[in-house]
């Protein structure tokens, strides 16, 4: 376990939310909150499981409910209490529980929690005071409130896909669900200042979140481009247009795709890259002595450049361009963050925790460090219903009760 400043209480302390999110976007939300102190208490269907449960099994051991490492990742911390909606006796578990809770977060197409018979008025009726999280595809408002997105989907909409690819070329996209992380970060926020909020008067309060939203505020930059200048974005790959900058892209380096990023702003720092890549060609170029230069004539500059670098460890040119003052960094893939990189094991970044299939393994962390509170990875994520006995005993129900709620599939 890994956490910052160990004898201090967590932000979120006897907080807890009824978390009957799923997928990503919701898990990364309440992710959050459980890292930050929270109790998080996934309510889950085993008729209806959350598909993040059943992908992305390890290729070693027998696939369960339990054993995805994606989804061990996305909810550790949590708890899990299993309830079928459709009996009473799973319902009256499940408004018990909302009843003793002060956050719930669901992040269903529009109107389902609704026809769940959840509506804002009747969480409200369970707990005066209750925050509750709504985090939908394109929110409850518009004409386009019905439409159920995905994170590519969400991206494409939002302006973020256009945004990714070389000059010329389709849009590449960025090859993965950021939008389900970026939204779960806006709603882990909401739902801290509606806590806030609560401490000072006392109210709970509706969050109607919408994941189409979170992904505009990544194109801030183009559309302010568009607002004050006029200009439609064009894609430009990792190039620099606004100020035109030259060399300013990626470059193969020695092994198998293995890179280095490097960005040039002056004369000087081009005569130390020169130097570095031992190019005395390149400097003595009369095509490349300005900036004006190196930038209208960019394809061939790269390719030159490409052919040095290509004899150079990504990792060694990275120190050694640094070291003469040009900004230059190894790309790095997965292996390297997690075993290579001496600055997230100076933060202490990654986390252990145990998992009762699974096993011990390492969690991505918080990228903050308090110095009077703390955050944490405590536990792996919870084995399908783990926590619903002892959930149903602290709410009052009795162990004939208990009984008789699992004999009839309620629970």
Known sequence: MVTNNT???????????????????????TRILADLGAEVVRVENESYLDSIR??????????????SGFFNNLNRNKKSMTANLHHPGG??????????ADVVVENYSTGVFDRLGFTWEHLCELKPDIIYLSLSGYGHLGRDRSYITWGPTAQGVSGV??????PGCPPAGWGYSYLDHTAGYFGAVAVLLALVRRAADGQGQYIDLSQIETGMALCGVPMLDFQVNGRTYERIGN?????????????????????????????????????????????????????QGRVA???????????????????ELMYLLQSRGVAAGAVQNQRDKMEADPQLEARRFYAHAGHPELGEHRFDGLPFRF???????????????????????QLGFSDGEIGQLTAELAV
């Open 371 to 393: 110095s009077r509170s703390r955050w944490g990875v405590d536990r792996g994520a919870p084995l399908l219903g783990e926590h619903t006995h002892d959930l149903l005993v």
């Open 7 to 29: 004898e201090a209480r967590s932000p979120l302390d006897g907080v807890r939310v009824v978390d009957f999110s799923w997928i990503v976007a919701g898990p990364q939300c």
């Open 239 to 291: 190039r620099s247009r606004y100020p035109a900058t030259a060399p300013h892209n990626t470059y193969r380096c020695a092994g198998d795709d293995r890179w280095i990023a490097i960005a040039v702003e002056t004369d000087a720092q081009w005569a130390a890259l020169c130097d570095a890549l031992g190019a005395a060609e390149l400097g003595s170029d009369s095509r490349f002595h300005t900036n």
């Open 54 to 67: 059943l992908g992305m099994q390890p290729p070693d051991q027998e696939p369960t409910a339990n054993t």
């Open 297 to 315: 004539a960019q394809d061939q500059l790269d390719a030159l450049i490409e052919g040095c670098t290509s004899r150079f460890d990504a990792r």
């Open 91 to 100: 319902r009256e578990a499940v408004e018990r529980l909302i009843r003793s």
């Open 161 to 166: 896909t256009a945004m990714s690819g070389l």
